[in-house]
């Protein structure tokens, strides 16, 4: 059959019943499409190794490493507030975001963070003199230069953390950081 579009038959009005007879039936051949394909048998997938537990349960089983909560005792220091630990969505800051304190004793100022993606910090061979340690890990320690910031970094539990400060020495900072929770 040829259409012909350029309107050499005039056809009348559309039935207005049309359109909605023609919506319920397709909603019933997609019904019917959907209940010929559930009624049909399914393959379960196979397993390639039915031996050993899951991933989920390994995963489960395997002891989550301890992080420290990066707090001070109250009588030792005092939490600066924390600039932009919200984003404009509510949620509260992310695991890295650092966390600052004012010493009461000396009115320093520290700020701690775990440093994500770092190397852990080994010992080396042969430990120096001025090696310093928090919570019996080894530290690196180093002073920058241009701003003279002291920075200490350490690896605890599978977590590398660095605590730093413009006034205190990496000796000191090493002391705090024993403090950590």
């Given at each position: 059959?040829i259409?012909?579009?350029?309107?050499a038959t005039v056809?009348?009005?559309?039935s207005?019943r049309?359109?909605w007879?023609?919506s319920?039936?397709s909603a019933?051949?997609a019904a019917a499409?959907?209940l010929?394909?559930?009624a049909l048998?399914?393959?379960a997938?196979?397993?390639?190794?039915?031996?050993?537990?899951?991933?989920?349960?390994q995963?489960?089983?395997?002891?989550?490493p301890?992080r420290?909560s990066?707090t001070?005792p109250?009588d030792?220091?005092v939490?600066?507030?924390?600039?932009g630990?919200?984003d404009?969505?509510?949620n509260?800051?992310?695991?890295i975001?650092?966390?600052?304190f004012?010493?009461?004793?000396?009115?320093?100022?520290v700020?701690?963070?775990?440093?994500p993606?770092?190397?852990p910090i080994?010992?080396?061979?042969?430990?120096?003199a001025?090696?310093?340690a928090?919570?019996g890990?080894?530290?690196q320690?180093?002073?920058t230069?241009p701003?003279?910031?002291?920075?200490?970094?350490?690896?605890?539990?599978?977590t590398?953390?660095?605590?730093s400060?413009?006034?205190?020495r990496p000796?000191d900072l090493?002391?705090?950081a024993d403090l950590?929770?």
């Open positions: 059959m259409l012909d579009l350029e309107g056809q009348g009005p559309m207005p049309l359109g007879m023609l319920i039936a019933a051949v499409a959907l010929i394909m559930s048998p399914h393959e997938p196979s397993r390639a190794l039915e031996s050993g537990p899951s991933i989920l349960e995963a489960f089983a395997r002891p989550t301890q420290l990066l001070l109250a030792i220091a939490p600066l507030s924390q600039i630990t919200q404009g969505t509510g509260a800051r992310s695991a975001t650092p966390r600052s004012r010493l009461r004793l000396t009115n320093d100022v700020s701690v963070a775990p440093v993606n770092a190397p080994a010992p080396p061979a042969q430990r120096p001025d090696a310093l928090v919570h890990s080894y530290a320690w180093w002073i230069e701003t003279s910031v002291s920075v200490l970094r350490w690896t605890e539990s599978g590398t953390y660095e605590i400060s413009r006034t205190l000796k090493a002391r705090i950590l929770r």
